[in-house]
Structures are given as C-alpha cells and as structure tokens.
C-alpha cells in the first residue's frame, strides 16, 4: 500500500475530499543541483484535493493518511503511459506492412496509422476510466487518522 498525509477539506457520505501537497519526487533527496529539486523549489508545493473513501468516518479538518495499493497504481501507470504509445507504434507498423501493396511508400501510412492507433488508445483510456471510475479497487482510502501532535512546552521535568 503506498500511503500519504493528507488533511480531510469535506465529507461527502462515504467518501472524503483530502487535500494533499505536491512534492517533487526527490525533494528529501541530499544531493545539490539535480534539475528536478532545482525545478521543485522553483514552483514551489501546491495542494490537489482528491475523493477518497472514508471507512473511518474522518470529519473535516482531521489529519489522515491515503493510500491506495501497488498493483493498482502500477496497472494504472502502464494503461495511461505505454498502452496508448504501443498502439501507436503498432499502427506504425501496421501501416509501413501495408504500403507495399497499396503501391505508397510507406511514410504517409505508417503515419496515418500510427497515429489512429494512438487516438485509438486514448480513445480506450477514456471508457477505461469511465468504466473504473465507482469501482472502490480504484480509489484511494483513509486507511488511519494521524496522531495529533503532541506539545512539549507544558511538559516540565522536575527531579
């Protein structure tokens, strides 16, 4: 399960609107220079609100942890990144097989082709996401709320 803070904005019956903040990938990285930390302190951290499931009952202003599973984000990743672009290139190739027999040179078909292919695949990825869209293995979860975080100036150590 990949978890995240987030802070619960609503509820809505079932589900929770959280707001969590966008980081760089690498921004706990120590390294200096790298084009990705350089870029995230450029534009800064924003928040993005998302609808989650909220089996705990997490009321607005609680501070909670999401999270979604591996598998799910992994299969999600291979959908939107590398089935449209295998579509494309298969129409591609398609389409360069065909051209000697339709007496073209094969450029304006492989062309023509590979980019029906990739409509064609986004095309699929719209219904995909349609289709996923209320299926709870797809959404992300309140799994727990974070412990609220403990003041240490009341705290006095007499011995």
């Given at each position: 399960?990949?978890e995240?803070n987030?802070?619960?904005?609503?509820?809505?019956?079932a589900?929770?609107?959280?707001e969590?903040e966008r980081?760089?990938?690498?921004?706990?990285?120590?390294?200096?220079?790298c084009?990705?930390?350089?870029?995230?302190?450029?534009?800064?951290?924003r928040?993005q609100?998302?609808?989650?499931?909220n089996?705990?009952?997490?009321?607005?202003?609680?501070?909670v942890?999401?999270?979604?599973?591996?598998?799910?984000l992994?299969?999600?990743s291979?959908?939107?990144?590398?089935?449209p672009?295998?579509?494309?290139?298969?129409g591609?190739?398609?389409?360069e097989?065909?051209?000697?027999?339709?007496?073209s040179?094969?450029?304006g078909?492989?062309?023509?082709?590979?980019?029906?292919?990739?409509?064609?695949?986004l095309v699929?990825l719209r219904?995909?996401?349609?289709?996923?869209e209320?299926?709870?293995?797809?959404?992300?979860?309140?799994l727990?709320?974070?412990?609220?975080?403990?003041s240490v100036?009341?705290?006095?150590?007499?011995?």
């Open positions: 399960m990949i995240e987030a802070q619960v904005v609503s509820v809505e019956g589900h929770a609107w959280v969590t980081r760089s990938s690498c921004s706990s990285c120590s390294a200096k220079g084009g990705t930390g350089a870029l995230s302190k450029v534009l800064g951290t928040t609100k998302i609808k989650v499931r089996p705990i009952d997490a009321a607005a202003g609680d501070a942890i999401v999270g979604i599973d591996e598998s799910i992994l299969k999600g291979l959908f939107v990144y590398i089935l672009l295998l579509l494309m290139l298969a591609g190739l398609f389409g097989a065909i051209a000697p027999q339709w007496g040179s094969g450029e078909l492989s062309l023509l082709f590979g980019s029906l292919g990739l409509v064609g695949g699929w219904r995909f996401n349609r289709n996923v209320n299926d709870p293995r797809y959404t992300a979860v309140i727990r709320k974070c412990p609220p975080n403990i100036s009341n705290i006095s150590f007499n011995s």
